[in-house]
């Protein structure tokens, strides 16, 4: 085994517009834990950082952090030339634990010895009436709207990147940093796990014309609290999101919100997890079939890579 977790997204933001930054990520549930010349967040409640946003002159995917043993730094670095990667100097502002690699393509990640987080906290079961099972009785589902406090994701799940090579990035993945193919549809989209136990996955790609960011995904209690999050950004920050609705790969409930810089933020429940990879089957998912069993369509351009677009 390689990488075992996912530990932060990076990205890069107009300079200038920083305090918007601040203001988004943090109505979406984040906590700041640093506000020097990088805006550091956190889940509620966790040790880990999970996004880094760094003034610059657009916005971009700077780089993905992601944890190991070090047995498994030790076979990544042995390993990550094999298959087109790179091994680089740090980037400015940040620490050489670890090691610095470029994917193929350009993409960077910063790969650190480090303990997972600790488990989450074990929380009340999401119960629901169904046709001979009652399984919530005498109480209502939930208070009135007006009454629910603000809701903070539990931890960050996953990320969406874009990629101009979906197989040559699904390589570097698997041979250099040791993950594990999950699903694919055709030449659109896959999505990796890591060994030992994790969601259905952990990093998703995107076939583009480019490298970029497209999405992080953050892990909410309930599907009550994935819409209703959603809906309170949507109204909040008037931009066009998608959902609520439901993954078919992955399973997941989903809702994003769409951020300033037309990229997006999840918020999801009920996802697959694998914890055995000899265990699970990898399947080819019909192009028709990959977006969502059920909810609205998403937005005409959900699938643009704006930073592949605006260089």
Known sequence: MAVSFLKHVALEVPQDR????????TDFGL?????????????????????????????RLHHIAMGTSEEG????????????????????????DGVWLSDPHG???????????????EEP????????????VNEGALPPKSTIPALNPRRL????????????????????????????????????HCQGGSDHHVIALAQSDGIGFHHASFQMGTPDEVGLAGARMQEKWGSEGWGFG????????FHYVRDPWNSYLEYYCDIDYI??????????????????????????????????SEA
């Open 18 to 25: 920083m305090s918007e930054a601040q203001s988004f990520y």
């Open 31 to 59: 906590e700041i834990s640093s506000s020097d010349s990088v805006l550091s967040f956190r889940c509620v409640g966790r040790e880990y950082e999970c996004l880094h946003i760094i003034p610059g002159n657009a916005k």
């Open 73 to 96: 730094l030790k076979e990544i670095c042995e390993n990550i030339q094999q298959c087109g990667g790179t091994i680089m100097s740090p980037l400015e502002g940040y620490s050489d």
């Open 107 to 121: 993409a960077i990640f910063h790969v650190v010895v480090v303990a997972r987080e600790a488990e989450l906290p």
């Open 125 to 136: 079961e999401f119960k629901i009436n169904s046709p001979g099972n009652y399984n919530r």
């Open 157 to 192: 799940g996953h990320v969406m990147m874009f990629t101009p090579d979906l197989d040559q990035t699904i390589a570097f993945l698997e041979q250099g940093l040791g993950m594990r193919l999950s699903d694919r549809s055709q030449s659109a989209v896959a999505f990796l």
């Open 246 to 253: 439901r993954h078919a790969i992955g399973s997941n409930f």
């Open 275 to 308: 914890a055995d990879s000899d265990n699970w089957t990898a399947t080819n998912w019909p192009l028709e079939d990959s977006l969502h069993t059920w909810g609205p369509n998403p937005p005409a351009d959900f699938t643009k890579n704006y930073e592949a």
